[in-house]
């Protein structure tokens, strides 16, 4: 079966991708962006003087091998990068990409994912696995084989689908599977061109706007979202067994506001039935109430590593870092009394901002720690004469997550 696998992703290789392309921007995200490995598995600890050993499992046409390669050589770390791939086509073009930027910390290795004990590639920091285990024959199989390529306190990255947001695509499949799925490849974009364009009003991929592959990634998209030979989604209760399956144990959604039922409700009845969930049934019901979740993006660390991986801004010394966004144009945007207004794939939410937050973000440099901007924020907000700020002063506190 890895053979047609194989032959799906030589012939398209997914997500297509312009090596050209890399003059013009870096593609960044989640799961790997160095400040979420850094943020999720690492504590919070960036030792740039340190090695790191970094695998990207069913690496594809390069986006995270790229980002992980470009941010670690940006950051001064002296870091290894191993792009594993069953695909050699897909692996030429995360190559080329690579060459393009002149990134010399990277090495390609053809091979399966379940082989890789085979390969002899030695343990691993941190591993990306994004977009492949749902495409595996045993999913777990291909987790427990990663584990083994992880370090005692390493940790993966990595995407499984979700169904509820992909309501529609396995109706496609399941459609052209019927009508098309002994015809070859070629034929089998044809007919999924005209079925894409006879669907009705009332057909569920024609009425989830959120999924959008098959309009904008040409035949790759088609082929990866409707005529994947073997393609599956996870609930959150389902990834949590595979997760436990495969002897390894979740630090955290990305993002963790979207599964986080007290972000969606007002009901001071819901809210306090929700909170009596533990952690994985909170997540399953914010996954059940948005209903708009088409992808989980989870890390996680080996189940015999007992010590917390994720950052807690818990000491003077913390070093709030912004992952994207420049923390003083941002901060500048923001007025007292402002909400920010999110919208989590169609689920618009306010968020009452702390009355600092923007002051507070304007000092977020990620040189300033804690105890500074705390500091920073006391010399410029220094009562006139009869005026108590004290209630402000407070509320940066309170904002510390912010960052
Ligand atoms: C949907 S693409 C995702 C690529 C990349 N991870 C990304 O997020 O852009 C899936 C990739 O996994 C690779 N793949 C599938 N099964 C594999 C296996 N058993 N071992 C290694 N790679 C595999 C495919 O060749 C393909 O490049």
Same mark, same amino acid.
């Given at each position: 079966?890895? !053979?047609?696998?194989?032959?799906? #992703?030589?012939? #398209? %290789? #997914?997500?297509?991708?312009? %090596?050209?392309?890399?003059?013009?921007?870096?593609?960044?995200?989640?799961?790997?962006?160095?400040?979420?490995?850094?943020?999720?598995?690492? $504590?919070?600890?960036?030792?740039?003087?340190? %090695?790191?050993?970094?695998?990207? &499992? +069913? $690496? +594809?046409? +390069?986006? @995270?091998?790229?980002? *992980?390669?470009?941010?670690?050589? @940006? @950051?001064?770390?002296?870091?290894?990068i191993i792009h594993l791939d069953i695909s050699e086509a897909s692996s030429a073009i995360a190559k080329s990409r690579i060459d393009a930027r002149g990134l010399t910390n990277t090495k390609f290795v053809h091979g399966a994912i379940e082989a890789i004990a085979e390969r002899d590639l030695g343990t691993f920091d941190y591993i990306d696995c994004c977009g492949v285990l749902h495409h595996l024959e045993d999913p777990v199989a291909g987790l427990k084989a990663l584990r083994t390529a992880l370090k005692p306190a390493g940790g993966l990255g990595m995407m499984v689908y979700a169904p509820l947001g992909r309501t529609g695509v396995y109706h496609a499949q399941a459609m052209l599977q019927m009508i098309a799925g002994d015809l070859p490849d070629p034929d089998r974009i044809s007919a999924a061109r005209e079925l894409l364009g006879e669907l009705p009003d009332t057909n569920w991929l024609k009425r989830n706007p959120y999924v959008g592959d098959h309009l904008n990634q040409g035949d790759s998209g088609i082929y990866d979202l409707l005529l994947h030979r073997r393609d599956r989604a996870y609930s959150v209760p389902e990834l949590a067994a595979l997760v436990q399956q495969g002897g390894?144990?979740?630090?955290?959604?990305?993002?963790?506001?979207? #599964?986080?039922?007290?972000? =969606? *409700?007002?009901?001071?009845?819901?809210?306090?039935?929700?909170?009596?969930?533990?952690?994985?049934?909170?997540?399953?019901? &914010?996954?059940? *109430? @948005? $209903?708009?979740?088409?992808?989980?993006? *989870? =890390? &996680?660390?080996? !189940?015999?590593?007992k010590t917390n991986s994720l950052a807690t801004p818990d000491g003077a010394d913390t070093i709030p870092v912004m992952r994207d966004d420049d923390g003083q144009s941002l901060g500048a945007q923001i007025k007292p009394g402002m909400s920010l207004k999110v919208d989590m794939a169609g689920v618009k939410i306010s968020l009452p901002l702390p009355q600092l937050a923007g002051p507070i973000l304007m000092l977020i440099d990620g040189e300033k720690s804690l105890a500074d901007i705390h500091a920073d924020l006391q010399s410029s907000q220094k009562p006139a004469p009869g005026q108590d700020n004290s209630r402000n002063s407070s509320t940066s506190f309170s904002a510390r997550s912010t960052g």
């Open positions: 079966m890895n !053979d047609d696998l194989r032959g799906q #992703y030589e012939n #398209y %290789p #997914y997500p297509p991708r312009d %090596p050209a392309d890399e003059a013009k921007r870096l593609i960044a995200g989640s799961p790997s962006h160095i400040c979420e490995i850094e943020h999720h598995i690492m $504590g919070g600890v960036r030792n740039a003087a340190e %090695p790191r050993r970094i695998l990207v &499992a +069913g $690496g +594809g046409t +390069g986006d @995270a091998t790229v980002m *992980l390669a470009a941010q670690h050589a @940006a @950051a001064g770390i002296d870091a290894e390894m144990r979740p630090v955290n959604f990305v993002d963790p506001a979207r #599964y986080e039922p007290s972000v =969606y *409700l007002t009901s001071a009845e819901l809210l306090k039935r929700t909170s009596g969930l533990n952690w994985v049934q909170r997540c399953a019901f &914010a996954e059940l *109430l @948005a $209903g708009n979740m088409k992808t989980h993006i *989870l =890390y &996680a660390v080996r !189940d015999d590593n």
